[in-house]
T-cell receptor, first 114, second 112 residues
Framework: DARVTQTPRHKVTEMGQEVTMRCQPI?????VFWYRQTMMQGLELLAY????????DSGMPKDRFSAEMPDATLATLKIQPSEPRDSAVYFC????????????FGPGTRLTVT | GENVEQHPSTLSVQEGDSAVIKCTYS??????FPWYKQELGKGPQLIID?????GEKKDQRIAVTLNKTAKHFSLHITETQPEDSAVYFC???????????FGKGTTLSVSS
């Protein structure tokens, strides 16, 4: 069945290292979202794309985070350099053509920065 | 911008009882309100949603009600079962109508 996939599922890295998280949206979905989940802040929207173009990345720390969609089947979220406060679960979600349609979440990437 | 408040943050019920989670939103232009269930170690899963042209929607044991005048909506789970134990999130669209703003979540525990 169609689902959003994310890799890696878990990542442990040292402070200062680059981290790349990948997402494959559901085939045919043209809107992709990146969220970060922490106990303190809950689910925060970092950025989202429609038809591979970034629509809003105001939730993302610009100095260290970057999000791209090299093609319709791949979205990436990079952190460089990583910091301990970036430790969280990062979710990707996708939605169909209508901007107000249901979002489907991936299983998440649990990032730990030591 | 849009703000979504969710209560309670934790809820414990006995198996078979009903559970109600409430959310309020700030942007009167919002017209889509989904509810997500998140089990441990998994991503949020859409369980039910409601659009502003209806006041109530049911799907088996779960229902959502919407009061647009008061700007609040609620999730109702009847005949709760242990497998209903999870974190539940409500959400509403942001002002631009392009992205969801989530509540802080409610941890529901159903004991048998």
């Amino acid at each position: 069945d169609a689902r959003v996939t994310q890799t890696p599922r878990h990542k442990v890295t040292e402070m200062g290292q680059e981290v790349t998280m990948r997402c494959q949206p559901i085939l045919g979905h043209n809107t992709v979202f990146w969220y970060r989940q922490t106990m303190m802040q809950g689910l925060e929207l970092l950025a989202y794309f429609r038809n591979r173009a970034p629509l809003d990345d105001s939730g993302m720390p610009k100095d260290r985070f970057s999000a791209e969609m090299p093609d319709a089947t791949l979205a990436t979220l990079k952190i460089q350099p990583s910091e301990p406060r970036d430790s969280a679960v990062y979710f990707c979600a996708s939605a169909a053509a209508s901007g107000r349609s249901e979002q489907y979440f991936g299983p998440g990437t649990r990032l730990t920065v030591t | 911008g849009e703000n979504v408040e969710q209560h309670p943050s934790t809820l414990s019920v006995q198996e078979g009882d009903s559970a109600v989670i409430k959310c309020t939103y700030s942007d009167s232009a919002s017209n889509y309100f989904p509810w997500y269930k998140q089990e441990l170690g998994k991503g949020p899963q859409l369980i039910i949603d409601i659009r502003s042209n209806v006041g109530e929607k049911k799907d088996q044991r779960i229902a959502v009600t919407l009061n647009k005048t008061a700007k609040h909506f609620s999730l109702h789970i009847t005949e709760t079962q242990p497998e209903d134990s999870a974190v539940y999130f409500c959400a509403a669209f942001n002002q631009a109508g392009t992205a969801l703003i989530f509540g802080k979540g409610t941890t529901l525990s159903v004991s048998s």
